[in-house]
């Protein structure tokens, strides 16, 4: 018995920690290859009798250390429901450098850090790309210190009046060419802006119904100081008469005649706070081409070319930053070429308005200027009565949604005539546009315009009726197709004298 324990004591557990790992009480200590158990039996130890070891040098049995816990047997049986695993802990950010430096100094995130405590700056979020309110509108050109926009449009299609004749009227195919820009300045201070364009119609069955058409505005402001600013304009139009107007004693002429007009306007404005002084003066100068009749005789139409000048004063007081109510008046000369008309009417005249109004913008769905008012024009000749009237003017524009925009103007005017025994005639016109985005790129349109000339001094009414449906669809910035119809009436108090006309035109239009 003596020996066989002796034998246990030397038994080698190099399975243990490696060759020559022998086990010395309670600890292992690297040795010779001794161990003492101290009476622990060992799992692998040769048994005092000499019979073998079940797992000799086996140290990896489940009784090794702590013992694995067996499931209980009895839990297993068929039909037993599966119990649900434990859930897992909630995920945690990764906690960066900045983050874990923040908490170790500011253990409560809700309250701020103390005064000597230095917080790092936290990283700003990357900004949303802006949405363009038009992806498809020109960029244009710079040329200095200018954005210049460019565009050519060419358009084809049939006209069934071109002369706007009345009764039974012909036809034709027509071409028309239409090129412009507009330009605006970049400066930090002061501004210059302006358009231009200018296009011609050609008829193919009816070539003496060809005309132009054209008109343009260039406006600088200077600013003196924050208060004061001093702005210029020039401006002019271009226009041909029909030979079926009123204004022309003969209707059988040979081609269209042209009237052009063009003027300017010089002054400045002053604020006192809240309250805006302003005093403009204007010039502008009118004239007429001279018609040829078929049969070859001039018709001298520039004997009615006139010159105008004047004076404007306005007063505006700021209520809110959208609201600005203002009074303006103002008073011109008008002198003709020839004093004596082809009637043997004196023309020369003096005129005078005023008008009150406001300037709006609410929410930006709603912008725009509208002012009634009182204008007059009295004549050199006493035989011609005084043409006077009350006065409208409007220009609003109307956001009923993104995708849709109402347009409202309205206009009087004071125009000329050569009418004999007529002073002149009150122009009065009103137009309604409606702009709908189908698509980005996908624009439908609709406009109305009414308007009515009232002549005094005759019993002569005038009305005009416009209808018009249009539709664009754009390529790419630069690139798009136009399709347009137009509707034209005229009803005249007048015999014979009402007109109607249809327009159809297909078009491609260039713009950069």
């Known amino acids: 018995m003596a020996a066989g324990v002796a034998r246990a004591q030397q038994t080698d557990v190099s399975g243990l920690r490696g060759t020559g790992t022998q086990i010395s009480g309670n600890d292992l200590t690297p040795a010779t290859g001794t161990a003492s158990t101290a009476g622990i039996p060992l799992t692998g130890a040769t048994p005092a009798s000499g019979a073998p070891a079940a797992d000799a040098g086996n140290f990896t049995s489940s009784n090794y250390g702590r013992p694995r816990k067996r499931p209980d047997p009895r839990l297993k049986y068929p039909g037993r429901p599966k119990q649900a695993a434990k859930p897992l802990p909630p995920l945690a950010p990764y906690a960066s450098a900045a983050t874990s430096r923040q908490s170790r100094l500011n253990p409560n995130p809700d309250l701020p850090p103390g005064p000597t405590v230095a917080v790092a700056p936290p990283i700003p979020a990357r900004p949303r790309p802006k949405v363009e309110d038009n992806p498809y509108a020109p960029l244009g050109v710079s040329i200095g210190s200018l954005r210049l926009v460019p565009y050519v449009d060419v358009s084809t299609g049939y006209d069934s009046n071109p002369d706007r004749k009345p009764g039974a009227s012909k036809g034709s195919q027509t071409l028309r060419g239409e090129g412009g820009a507009s330009w605006i300045s970049n400066w930090s201070a002061h501004e210059f802006k302006g358009e231009i364009k200018g296009g011609y119609t050609k008829y193919f069955s009816m070539p003496l119904a060809d005309r132009p058409d054209g008109q343009g505005k260039m406006n600088l402001r200077l600013d003196a100081t924050r208060d004061t600013t001093v702005d210029f304009e020039l401006r002019g139009n271009l226009d041909t008469q029909r030979p ?77 930053p959208g609201v600005t109510p203002y009074v303006e008046v103002g008073g011109d000369a008008r002198r003709r070429d020839v004093a004596i008309d082809d009637s043997g009417f004196a023309r020369n005249s003096t005129g005078g308005s005023v008008k009150a109004g406001t300037t709006f913008e609410l929410t930006r769905m709603l912008t725009g200027d509208a002012a009634i008012g009182y204008a007059q024009r009295k004549y050199e000749d006493s035989r011609l009565p005084t043409l006077a009237g009350p006065t409208f003017d409007a220009s609003l524009a109307w956001t009923a949604s993104p995708l849709t925009t109402i347009t409202l103007r309205s206009a009087t005017t004071l125009a000329e005539t050569t009418v004999a025994n ?91």
């Open 244 to 320: 079926g107007s009123t204004e022309l004693t003969a209707t059988a002429i040979r081609s269209r005649p042209i009237v052009a007009s063009f003027g300017a306007t010089g002054g400045g404005a002053q604020k006192f706070g809240d309250l805006e002084l302003g005093l403009h003066g204007t010039l502008d100068r009118t004239v007429y081409e001279d018609a040829t009749l078929n049969n070859g005789t001039v018709l001298p139409l520039s004997n009615g070319n006139y010159n105008t000048w004047g004076l404007r004063a306005r007063a505006g007081y700021q209520i809110t």
């Open 422 to 512: 007529a002073a002149g005639a009150i122009n009065r016109a009103v137009t309604l546009d409606i702009s709908h985005a189908l698509m980005r790129n996908l624009t439908l349109g609709a406009a109305g315009t009414i308007g009515v000339n009232n002549y005094q001094g005759i019993s002569l009414r005038e009305t005009t009726y416009t209808g018009a449906l249009r539709a664009e669809y754009n390529f790419n910035r630069s690139v798009s197709v136009r399709g347009s119809f137009t509707h034209e009436r005229l009803q005249s108090t007048s015999p014979g004298a009402d007109y109607t006309a249809n327009v159809f035109l297909l078009g491609l239009k260039l713009q950069r």
